[in-house]
């Protein structure tokens, strides 16, 4: 198993970071690796890659504005990923852990450096909603 850690401070409060992260249906509008997602139930969710790539996931714990974890598979990986938040000042310091298993042998020299990849484009991605929601 491989473990990918990333915290980060963003910008405003707390309720507005953890609204738009966990809006999944909204996510094509602001990530810029996701085309689709679809919400089969209240407690899952996939996601279709602009690369054609599918994930499922399972929601297993939620704390409002606190904490937010899931299971995630696809046909290269399997694992999970807990996002803490917690209001700072004005902003928001996030903290997300993936804990991942690649599923194919060759791919596992390469996935911290893939999650770490992916990590860094989320929160230049939510960075970047966030800042364009406080200029409408």
Known sequence: MTTSHLKTVLPGPV???WA???????YPGWRSDV??????DARTFREYT???C??????IGEEPCRRWEFTMDNDNMTGRWVGAF??????????FTEYVTA??????????WYLKRQQAQFAADLRAALQAQRLL
């Not at 738009?20 to 909204?26: A, P």
């Not at 599918?54 to 929601?59: A, E, G, K, M, S």
């Open 20 to 26: 738009i992260v966990r809006d999944v249906q909204r």
């Open 103 to 112: 599923k194919k042998f060759w791919m596992r020299p390469f996935v911290k």
């Open 35 to 40: 085309e689709r997602v679809e919400t089969p």
């Open 86 to 95: 917690r209001q700072r000042g004005a902003a928001t310091v996030v903290d």
């Open 54 to 59: 599918v994930t499922n996931f399972t929601i």
């Open 50 to 52: 602009k690369g054609g």
């Open 15 to 17: 309720q507005t970071v």
